[in-house]
């Protein structure tokens, strides 16, 4: 079956203009992740999604970071005014309920100018 | 706070060569901890996923192992080969199901 999709997988912007990018989790995985992976460090964790609950939002950086998820499929993670500091790759990841294996994607590369 | 560390950051071993790979984190109240791999410019590939309740899995030449208590995990290669070569990650899943990455350990295995 297919795997988690990201789109786009690159995008260029100018400082202080908003992004949208998007995740399309695996069909039936009811468990949906947003990390953030900037050049040469590790994976940082923004925010978890399981199923209606409302997420928990302490991981996102600043207040200029917003995620969404309409039920169990696509979500979005939307950053506003972006800065230079926001590049970096963005990862989702997906799972079959809470605490099992995470299944990535392929991330959006964000460069911002 | 969780923090995850990996050692070595980087290790090079020829081909055949049978090695570990260490990760270590601070709060043992993990649910689990799973191990990646990644290639340049590519998304993370899951390798194992070790409940808190288990204490190792296997998957062909691959061998995690947990230990919660002591707050540690080690994934064992066997004979090693070229296309092994990628980073590897681990990362562990607690309070909050936030997932808490290392650093990683960038591998190179010399054919």
């Known amino acids: 079956g297919a795997g988690v999709s990201q789109s786009p997988s690159n995008k260029v912007t100018e400082k202080g203009k908003d992004v949208e990018l998007r995740c399309d989790p695996i069909?039936?995985?009811?468990?949906l992740y947003w990390y953030r992976q900037r050049l040469g460090q590790g994976l940082e964790f923004l925010i978890y999604?399981?199923?209606?609950?409302?997420?928990?939002k302490s991981g996102l950086p600043s207040d200029r970071f917003s995620a969404e998820r309409t039920g169990e499929s696509v979500s979005t993670l939307t950053i506003q005014r972006t800065q230079q500091e926001d590049s970096a790759v963005y990862l989702c990841?997906?799972?079959?309920?809470?605490?099992?294996?995470?299944?990535f994607g392929p991330g959006t590369r964000l460069t911002v100018l | 706070k969780q923090e995850v560390t990996q050692i070595p950051a980087a290790l090079s071993v020829p081909e055949g060569e049978n090695l570990v790979l260490n990760c270590s984190f601070t709060?043992?109240?993990?649910?689990?901890l799973q191990w990646f791999r990644q290639d340049p410019g590519k998304g993370l590939t899951s390798l194992l996923l070790?409940?808190?309740?288990?204490r190792e899995q296997t998957s062909g030449r691959l061998n995690a192992s947990l230990d919660k208590s002591s707050g540690r995990s080690t994934l064992y290669i066997a004979a090693s080969q070229p296309g092994d070569s990628a980073t590897y990650l681990c990362?562990?899943?607690?309070?909050?199901?936030?997932?808490?990455f290392g650093a990683g350990t960038r591998l190179f295995v010399k054919a």
């Open positions: 999604f399981q199923g209606n609950s409302a997420p928990d």
């Open positions: 069909s039936g995985h009811t468990a």
């Open positions: 990362a562990v899943e607690g309070g909050g199901f936030k997932t808490i």
């Open positions: 709060d043992s109240a993990i649910y689990n």
């Open positions: 990841a997906s799972s079959h309920g809470t605490l099992n294996e995470q299944f």
């Open positions: 070790i409940q808190s309740s288990q």
